[in-house]
């Protein structure tokens, strides 16, 4: 309800500003207009559940801040994860594009083909042009002669060209500072040497028919296997389907050698029969149709088959993506073998009872104030379905605050009450594909400039500041699903360590931590061809030798500094390069 309300307060702001500024906003087929004017309007996207409303503001600050014009945003069907600043080379793009407004959105346009995927495009309008050098092909640079004057266009690039004479901009010669994050741990619980979680416990029940009877609610039976996304109605990633088979000692599928497939769509499948764990299986490499099979024992009798069907997100955009079926949508088959012949009991229309969520989820064991049914003794590990619950201390500060999940398998996590969102850190990357170097040129693929091979997708979590308490200490919950170790998570916080950047001649190279830090050390500086990249610069063949003690004098001490990168002010490099290159590696530091 406090997000909705933030949300429409948000819009109605919005629309205040456009009935303030604005008489008239239209589309003329080529461009926004504002009062009968041309428009050139800057937008980025933030997914605003992906957020709290606490954040929002800071958020569309930076936007601003980046060049942006308007905040691009879709409406989350379901409930409502952050990210630190990073605009950086953007902003001068935005600048250099919003100076060029009027031409770009009034003029008349011009190309000039050189061959071999080059051209020029020239907007002229009131007396003013402004150019566009591009090279689209994705493996050779490009020199050009362009009104009388001679340009390198590196390959898969385009250059700016304001006043057609001078390049203020190219997408391969980025002038941009990335920052390596740190993780500090958490400095509350360093001060009275109470590091040490304390951890509760408590199973997630999966035995779920007692006496022929399905135990608690059940939301659907019926003789067909169903789409989970239309059962669930996404209040929960988890749904059971629960049925019964009798077996009587002349049935032709009784034996000892039994097993049980289950076709899925479900991103996680686990099987329980007659109340025991048969087994688990994941899909793997995005490919969510997979077969399971698995042994099974069955007895006289009536026997309860049980399947929980795990999702980790869905479709939300392309063509009919609410077509696409998930969860077990058969068949489902018994299959049994004697004499060498094999022998199949299909129980795909069978009645099906269907629960929707967890027991845990339905009774809130995620709650800060779930007390009832938590163990202290005999903490279990690498166990499936099992609750986590322990206490920590708010970290000192306003760094953004994470907690390190390591040593689990997958599951959900919460802080006082707070769905923080899915954590899987024992799901491994594949092993290959990564490079120690990234080639951007050419159409980007899923298989290019691959890192972290052979490790986790993530496994820092944020919390945001908004689910801490100030004082007094917090709670966290974790449903375990797969099996996992709890010992291993720590909280910290999250800030810049270093920060590295390049910048060409004839541009502004800028360096900035965080607002409570400043530059302490520069541990790298040269101006002329330096090679390498962030973490890893080396000095070329040629440099100039004034360039770190100007960077030193300039940005030691302070939070932020700029420096002009041309040779009046670093020194001359005599590299004989049509364009010399600063490189500089610098730590931040808490005050």
């Keep these: ?287 969510y149709q997979f077969v399971y099979e698995t042994k099974v024992k069955l007895k006289l009798g009536q026997n309860e088959i049980t399947l929980l069907s795990s999702t980790v997100g869905l479709p939300n955009y392309g063509a009919y993506f609410d077509n696409v079926h998930v969860g077990i949508d058969g068949p489902v088959q018994l299959v049994g073998r004697k004499d060498n012949t094999e022998i199949i009991k299909d129980i795909t229309n069978n009645v099906w009872n269907y629960k929707v969520g967890l027991h845990g989820e339905h009774v809130k064991h995620f709650s800060a104030d779930s007390t009832n049914g938590w163990l202290t003794n005999g903490l279990p590990t690498d166990r499936v379905f099992v609750w986590y619950k322990t206490t920590f201390k708010s970290p000192i500060g306003n760094d953004p605050v994470v907690a390190d999940l390591r040593g689990l398998g997958k599951g959900q996590a919460w802080v006082n009450g707070n769905n923080i969102g899915r954590y899987w850190p024992s799901y491994l990357a594949d092993e290959n594909g990564c490079s120690s170097t990234c080639d951007y040129r050419g159409a980007y693929t899923s298989n290019k400039c691959v890192t972290k091979c052979g490790r986790p997708s993530q496994r820092w979590y944020h919390i945001p500041r908004s689910f801490l308490r100030d004082n007094g200490l917090n709670t966290l919950v974790l449903f375990e699903e797969l099996g996992g170790q709890p010992y291993g998570v720590r909280f910290s916080t999250v800030t810049i360590g270093k920060v590295c950047a390049n910048a060409y001649e004839g541009h502004v190279l800028e360096l900035a931590c965080h607002d409570n830090q400043v530059i302490s050390e520069i541990k790298f500086a040269s101006f002329g061809v330096p090679e390498g990249e962030c973490g890893s610069f080396q000095k070329g063949d040629c440099e100039s030798p004034d360039a770190l003690s100007v960077i030193k004098k300039k940005c030691l001490g302070k939070h932020s500094c700029s420096v002009n990168v041309t040779e009046k002010v670093l020194g001359p490099t005599e590299c004989k390069v049509p364009q010399n290159r600063l490189a500089v590696d610098a730590v931040c530091e808490t005050q």
């Excluded at 307060?9 to 009062?35: E, P």
Aim: with cysteine; proline share 3%.
């Design 1 to 287: 309800m406090g997000t909705t309300r933030a949300l429409i307060l948000l819009c109605v702001a919005l629309f205040s500003l456009l009935a303030i500024n604005a008489v008239d906003v239209s589309y003329d087929g080529r461009a926004i207009k504002i009062d009968d004017k041309r428009k050139i309007l800057l937008s980025g996207s933030i997914h605003y559940p992906r957020s709290t409303p606490e954040m929002w503001p800071s958020l569309i600050k930076k936007a601003k801040e980046g060049g942006l014009d308007a905040i691009e945003t879709y409406v989350f069907w379901n409930a409502h994860e952050p990210q630190h600043r990073q605009w950086g080379h953007l902003k001068r793009l935005h600048e250099i594009l919003k100076s060029m407004e009027d031409v770009l959105t009034q003029g008349s346009s011009n190309n000039i083909e050189y061959g071999n995927m080059v051209t020029a495009t020239v907007y002229s309008y009131g007396g003013k042009s402004v150019c566009f050098l591009g090279n689209a092909n994705s493996s050779s640079d490009a020199t050009i002669n362009f009104q009388n004057t001679q340009y390198k266009v590196p390959a898969w690039s385009v250059s700016i060209l304001p006043d057609c004479y001078t390049e203020t901009y190219n997408t391969a010669k980025v002038n941009a500072q990335t920052s390596i994050m740190v993780m500090k741990d958490n400095e509350a619980d360093v001060e009275d040497d109470s590091n040490t979680l304390n951890w509760q416990w408590m199973h997630e029940p999966f035995v779920q028919m007692k006496n022929g009877q399905v135990l608690g609610s059940v939301s659907l039976s019926v003789p067909q296997l169903m789409d989970q996304k239309v059962v669930t109605n996404d209040t929960s990633d988890y749904l059971w389907y629960i049925t019964s088979v009798d077996i009587k000692e002349d049935d032709p599928i009784w034996s000892k050698d039994l097993k049980l497939t289950v076709n899925t769509n479900g991103h996680v499948l686990h099987v329980f029969v007659n109340g025991g764990h048969a087994g688990s299986h994941y899909a793997l490499d995005g490919k």
